[in-house]
């Protein structure tokens, strides 16, 4: 059975492969970009000097996020931090901006909710830590609401939020991948939101190493079995799919990441879709694949179980994944939360 990638590549990913260089199209997007810096710097100094109002909450704060554009794997992170938070006595809660949503206010996110309702990625983090989540636009009012309806929460994890000045925040996490920095040039010419020299207190390479004396620290996320959606009850380990004509599909920020874990286990893919990131699955990318068995990411699975004609389908299987994090980098976040 031969590994073949047939890849749906959407306008994300078209761009992403653009910002890996700095060829004709990125250097005639860069005057745009010096225009993009400009409203980057005067939007900071606004803040430093109290003309854009900052809040400072009663509990310490961890933003997690990224200067890149796109997923880095920043949710992973995010529950791998609220099982190390409670593992040494804490009680965190999970703030988020919850991409996607319609509503104007705050919601606390409930498992039995949908994806439309709350975004995918906050569900994700509710069903699987039974953290209090809550969303909304103004990150502030959403940890502010949580603190009144969790008094015994004592930190909050900001689910992205790094350009989010309005927050104040104990601890920055800045997270990257394999890809790096692109091009190294600020959007639209490049993939970056802030310039590279944007500081902050820890960095996190996902699928990379840690470098000693530089406050940066390596992740990996991991999977090793697949549920089957409509009956979790059901497992398989990704290295027992023998002999089985297997696809998979993602709808993340990077999807290739998720089929070269599927490949580190030994999985042969007879084919791959790579669909935009936080694809809502209003129509079923699934019906014309010829495959025993489609795996897909849990944060997509979120979506499909609530779709006609893919919430029925026996072939979707979701692979849960973990992220780890090295020892250092979970003692020098306990040691700069208590001071």
């Known amino acids: ?16 492969q653009v910002w890996q260089s700095r060829g004709l199209i ?27 109002p900052s809040s400072t909450l009663p509990v310490p704060v961890i933003v997690v996020g990224n200067i890149f554009i796109g997923g ?5 992170l995010v529950i791998c931090l609220v099982s190390v938070l409670r593992a040494h006595g804490y009680s965190p809660g999970v703030i988020s901006r919850g991409y996607g949503t319609k509503a104007d206010t705050v919601i606390e996110v409930k498992p039995e909710l949908s994806a439309a309702q709350t975004g995918d990625e906050p569900l994700l983090i509710v069903r699987k830590c039974a953290v209090p989540v809550f969303v ?9 609401d949580l603190l009144a309806a969790y008094p015994g929460t004592d930190v909050i994890i900001s689910d992205d939020g ?3 000045y309005a927050l104040g925040r104990t601890i ?16 639209p010419a490049g993939p970056l939101r802030e310039p590279i020299s944007r500081r902050s207190d820890f960095y996190v390479i996902n699928g990379g190493t840690s470098v000693a004396n530089a406050h940066t620290y390596g992740m990996h996320i991991t999977g090793a079995h697949a549920e089957q959606m409509v009956d979790r009850q059901q497992s398989l380990g990704l290295s027992s799919m023998k002999n089985r004509r297997i696809a998979a599909v993602a709808g993340i920020g990077h999807p290739e990441r998720f089929f070269e874990m599927l490949r580190s286990q030994g999985v042969v893919l007879e084919s791959v879709i790579a669909l935009p990131d936080h694809f809502d699955f209003s129509t079923n990318p699934f019906v ?24 029925q389908d026996t072939r979707l299987w979701t692979v849960p994944v973990e992220a780890s994090i090295t020892e250092p980098l979970a003692q020098d976040i306990l040691e700069k939360l208590r001071g």
């Open 1 to 16: 059975m031969s590994d073949i990638s047939a890849k749906n590549y959407t306008l994300e990913n078209l761009l992403t």
């Open 172 to 187: 920055e996490i800045q997270l990257s991948d394999t890809r790096g920095h692109g091009n190294g040039w600020l959007l």
């Open 72 to 76: 880095t794997g920043k949710t992973p």
């Open 26 to 52: 990125p250097c005639l997007l860069l005057p745009f970009s010096v225009i993009f810096f400009l409203i980057i710097f005067f939007r900071r100094i606004l803040y430093r000097i109290g003309m854009f």
């Open 136 to 144: 909304g636009r103004d990150r502030v009012a959403a940890a502010r």
């Open 162 to 164: 790094l350009q989010h």
């Open 288 to 311: 014309d694949i010829k495959a025993d068995i489609i795996l897909i990411t849990e944060k997509d699975a979120v979506k499909c179980s609530r779709t006609i004609g893919s919430a």
